[in-house]
């Protein structure tokens, strides 16, 4: 193993990089200026925590949430990482011990809330330590047209002049605007390596349904999820309450979060679902950047995003941990229309509304789609792909059918009203109905009038709906919502182009309901769940969140590998040395039930480690030689350090043995001991 990847396992308990991590570790390890954009749950702060291990001193590390910081503080000092941060959070002891082991020189890495730069008082004691590099988690805070803008975020630069240290930063805002505002004012225009990571997260299910009965809908997708932590995203602040009402109603525990709640009201909940396995959360989109939770299983969209940026962000927060997570978007004409007068009824110039209609476009688009959504996301980033396997459509491929007659039909019936109504009274024309509205405008004697019998009031809806979602008409905000035709409609207006559409999705959804993706098999799922219980125990002693433990992942490969000793859980990804020695013993009596054997300290520390099994060996042939070759010899033994040593030093002949073992016992074990040492050695 190469010294890093040595350094990964015994620290991380990670078994290799990621995809792209390992070249940005190398660059900010060798002290260049580096900008890596990468997605959420990508494993960003590992690219600045690995070199700030193998950097001589300080690495200072600049993020915008408090609660977040704390978490990863605890995390890295869980695994054994001297870190500590600077917030106005702290107690004062908190702070003292900081600054003491600033003092002591033993800080490898410091947590400073931006805030905190703005006192001269903090860049002159930072000059005093030994720092070797600034790190800037959630970069895109500099920029000023975005909507995390943190103006604190524009005193890094003055930072980094004073320390004159290299800089790393990190974010998973990709546009090409906010990159540019990046570097001019971390990086002083100077372009740093830059890192663009792909933007696919395989591990996330992705489906949408049409609306049908929405509320229900979402019972029924998280009564199948029951257990699991998860977040409904809502349109509007009533609706959460209502939805997290109805979640506990039916014996869920879910809580509501809106911008509108008490700060004290709102940091209660994302304590609570920090910690709590298993709560759900029903927010609108304020809750959102806090949000750091790797286990999030599944997320659901009660209402439409806004846009497919922000569709990616929000699906974005399930799964970091890398295990399966589910997301269901629900979206309907309403959305539609909604979000269609937000932006025109917005205050942005023109273009910038034109450019939101577009987003919007391509996340109807993505509702829409016919096939794979997930090579149709990953096409609007700009990256190709096959057919995923793991979204709606490639679980149960849609019924299409030629849509083009009634799609034209139905265009008909919108121009020959003057483009004054909206889908319910057209759909009434389109199928003959004489109603009130029908007959006071006229309308029954239109040539449109009735030439869509064959096809139902919801199989009409299906069509509006699909239209808008291909945005050949859109709902005009001047008129109340009057549909109107748009370009795009054109060519099929002229028979010049045809459409395909899905056939009335919201009755083939409810026929075949994919079954629920476990997250182990059944054989595994009791283990699963009495880790998960151990887990909760010993988060709750400790008042920590769960996956400052172990996260998700580790545990599913806990109950699927089912290790049987220490060495075999050194192995479990998520899994190195500090927390064997914290919590491998728990665990593994889980798993062996009372089994579990006693084991040295000692011993324990070569855990997983080439020297483990070498040193069982030597215990082995230590204990047979206990009363000598003839075994009537006084007993005499090796301390288990000293076995340690031979097993980890490896000595080749009986003298630098005995300089190990003394005369005494290099006597009694010294040939034995050097055979074993030939036996293993390669
Ligand atoms: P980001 O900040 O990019 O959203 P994090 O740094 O929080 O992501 O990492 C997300 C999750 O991935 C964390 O649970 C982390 O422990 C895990 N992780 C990161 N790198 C690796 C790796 N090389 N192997 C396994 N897990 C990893
Ligand atoms: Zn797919």
């Not at 915008?64 to 990482?81: H, K, N």
């Amino acid at each position: 193993m190469t010294p890093n990847a040595q350094l990964l396992r015994d620290v991380f308990g990670f078994d290799g990089f990621r995809l792209g991590q390992q070249e940005i570790v190398e660059t900010v390890a060798a002290g260049e200026n580096v900008l890596a954009i990468m997605p959420t749950g990508g494993g960003k702060s590992l690219c600045y925590q690995f070199p700030a291990l193998i950097r001589d001193g300080l690495t200072v590390v600049i993020s915008p949430l408090i609660a977040l910081m704390r978490d990863q503080v605890r995390a890295l000092q869980e695994i054994g990482v001297a870190a500590g941060a600077l917030t106005s959070g702290n107690t004062q002891e908190e702070t003292d011990a900081v600054f003491a082991s600033l003092d002591a020189g033993t800080l490898k890495l410091l947590y400073i809330a931006p805030e905190r730069l703005a006192s001269g008082a903090m860049l002159s004691a930072l000059r005093r330590y030994n720092v070797g590099m600034i790190a800037v988690d959630e970069a895109h805070c500099v920029s000023q047209w975005g909507h995390d803008f943190r103006p604190d975020y524009l005193r890094i630069g003055d930072l980094r002049r004073a320390l004159n240290v290299p800089i790393s930063a990190f974010t998973a805002t990709a546009d090409a605007e906010t990159q540019i505002e990046i570097v001019n004012r971390l990086f002083d225009g100077k372009q740093p390596r830059t890192f663009l990571r792909g933007f696919d997260r395989p591990n996330i299910h992705l489906a949408f349904s049409a609306k049908d009965s929405p509320r229900q809908q979402i019972l029924d997708f998280a009564d199948e999820r029951r257990g699991r932590s998860g977040i409904v995203y809502c349109g509007t602040r009533a609706k959460t309450e209502g939805i997290a009402r109805a979640l506990s109603d039916v014996g869920h525990s879910a809580c509501f979060y809106h911008g509108g709640m008490e700060a004290d009201a709102r940091r209660e909940v994302e304590k609570r679902f920090a910690v709590e396995d298993g709560l759900i959360v029903v927010a609108t989109v304020a809750f959102g950047m806090g949000v750091d939770k790797p286990d999030i299983r599944w997320v659901a969209h009660a209402d439409l995003p806004k846009s497919i940026e922000a569709y990616y962000q929000e699906i974005g927060r399930a799964g970091r941990d890398g295990a399966a997570a589910e997301t269901m978007t629900l979206f309907g004409p309403d959305d539609i229309r909604l979000r269609r007068s937000q932006i025109d009824e917005g205050l942005a110039p023109a273009d910038r509304r034109d450019a939101d209609h577009g987003r919007l476009n391509a996340l109807l688009g993505l509702a829409e789609a016919l096939s794979c959504r997930r090579q149709t996301l990953l096409g609007y980033f700009g990256e190709s792909s096959g057919p995923c396997g793991n979204c709606d459509l490639c679980d149960a491929p849609p019924e299409v059918f030629d849509g083009t007659q009634p799609v034209r039909m139905a265009l008909s019936a919108i121009l020959r009203t003057k483009e004054m109504f909206g889908a319910g009274h057209l759909i009434d024309i389109l199928q003959g109905k004489d109603t009130e509205k029908v007959r006071s405008n006229g309308h029954e004697t239109l040539p449109t009038f009735g030439v869509g019998k064959d096809l139902l009031k919801t199989q009409w809806q299906a069509v509006f709906r699909q239209m808008m979602g291909h945005d050949l008409i859109r709902p005009d905000a001047e008129r109340h919502g009057a549909l109107r035709m748009t370009d795009d409609a054109l060519p099929i207006l002229r028979d010049e182009a045809k459409i395909t559409l899905r056939k009335d999705s919201i009755r083939a959804a409810a026929k075949r309901r994919p079954a629920v993706k476990t997250l182990v098999n059944d054989e595994d799922a009791p283990l699963l769940s009495a880790l998960k219980a151990k887990r909760r125990f010993l988060a709750e002693t400790a008042s920590v969140p769960a996956y400052i433990i172990f996260n998700d992942r580790t545990l599913i490969e806990m109950a699927e590998k089912r290790p049987q000793s220490l060495d075999d859980m050194m192995q479990i990804s998520g899994i190195g040395a500090k927390k064997l020695e914290s919590y491998g013993d728990a665990f593994l009596s889980v798993i062996l039930g009372d089994t579990a054997p006693d084991m040295h300290p000692t011993r324990r520390k070569l855990a997983g480690r080439a020297g483990a099994s070498l040193y069982d060996r030597l215990l082995e042939v230590q204990s047979e030689l206990a009363h000598g070759s003839t075994g009537i010899d006084k007993p005499l033994s090796c301390s288990a350090s000293i076995l340690a040593k031979v097993a980890t030093q490896r000595p080749k002949d009986m003298t630098s043995l005995v300089r190990i073992l003394g005369d005494k016992r290099a006597e009694r074990f010294g040939n034995a001991f050097l055979d074993v040492l030939k036996e293993a050695s390669p």
